[in-house]
């Protein structure tokens, strides 16, 4: 396996660590995320290492990629736990983590590990979906659920969770996120700019659908949604939060089987990039 491009050797002395993990088991469309942090490598080595946006270079950030964990493909307790302990791991170690689905399910384990770390965690959900389901196909944890899961198990308060571009959910969804998360149906850029100074300097986890964005532009997704985000309004929202305390982040849900020419996959490792290189440089 290559590494993300510019990844250091080692992870002893790095301030970010990278983390594949390719769990697959709770998706209710289509399969294929478990390729999706291989994809994603693949497509960062073809970008380059300097961004024009921020006029800073990859190669300046201390990153190291440590390869896909070996989750169990047919245990899902067994893999969230084993996230969660390598998550917490590096958490306690001081290192920030940027996490590569696989499912959405795959960032309840890595909030979990981090909510023990920061008592005072907020979490930023861009996606085309509320995920706030209780109970998904007879399921307490899935990828319908996760940030039910994460508002109600992993954060001092609901309120610490911030939704964005939801486009799609129940009426019970709905109404649950109004009373309980800051949930901002279709929006990005002005409730985020709010949503900022309510967060201030605690710190941010940032959990990214790549079906936020419109299908046009990311297909290779399980469960497209029309009407999504256009590149530059998540790259401009990157730049409103450049000052954040961000701790993680992670890019889930790409799939590369439903790719074409592997699009999505480009934009994932762009996103990912620009991410390291944005809260990278100990501005934290």
């Not at 301030?15 to 497509?43: F, K, N």
């Not at 659920?145 to 954060?155: H, N, Q, S």
Request: proline share 6%; hydrophobic share 40%.
């Amino acid at each position: 396996m290559k590494g993300f491009l510019a990844s250091r050797p080692f992870p002893r002395d790095v301030g970010w660590i990278i983390q594949g993990l390719p769990l697959d088991m709770t998706v209710s469309r289509l399969h294929g995320t478990a390729s999706g942090p291989e994809a994603i490598r693949v497509e960062s080595n073809k970008l380059e290492n300097f961004s024009f946006s921020l006029e800073k270079d990859l190669r300046d950030i201390s990153f190291c990629d440590i390869g896909d964990l070996a989750l169990p493909k047919d245990d899902l307790n067994m893999a969230l736990e084993m996230i969660e302990s390598v998550s917490r791991n590096f958490f306690d170690k001081g290192k920030r983590i940027a996490s590569f689905g696989g499912e959405h399910l795959v960032t309840l384990p890595v909030v979990k590990a981090a909510s023990n770390h920061y008592a005072d965690l907020a979490v930023i959900h861009i996606d085309a979906h509320a995920d706030l389901r209780d109970i998904y196909h007879g399921m307490k944890n899935n990828h319908a659920t996760v940030m039910r899961r994460i508002a109600e198990d992993c954060l001092s308060t609901p309120k610490s969770l911030f939704q964005f571009g939801i486009r799609s959910g129940t009426r019970e969804e709905l109404e649950w996120g109004r009373a309980n998360t800051f949930l901002f149906p279709d929006r990005l850029i002005e409730p985020l700019r709010e949503s900022i100074k309510i967060i201030g300097k605690r710190p941010v986890y940032l959990s990214l659908d790549i079906d936020a964005f419109d299908p046009g532009i990311a297909p290779g997704t399980g469960t497209p949604e029309p009407c999504g985000l256009g590149n530059r309004d998540f790259f401009e929202s990157l730049a409103l939060m450049k000052d954040m305390h961000v701790i993680g982040f992670d890019i889930v849900e790409v799939s590369p089987p439903h790719d074409v020419n592997n699009i999505t996959a480009v934009l994932a490792a762009k996103i990912a990039r620009e991410c390291l290189i944005t809260w990278g440089g100990g501005n934290c």
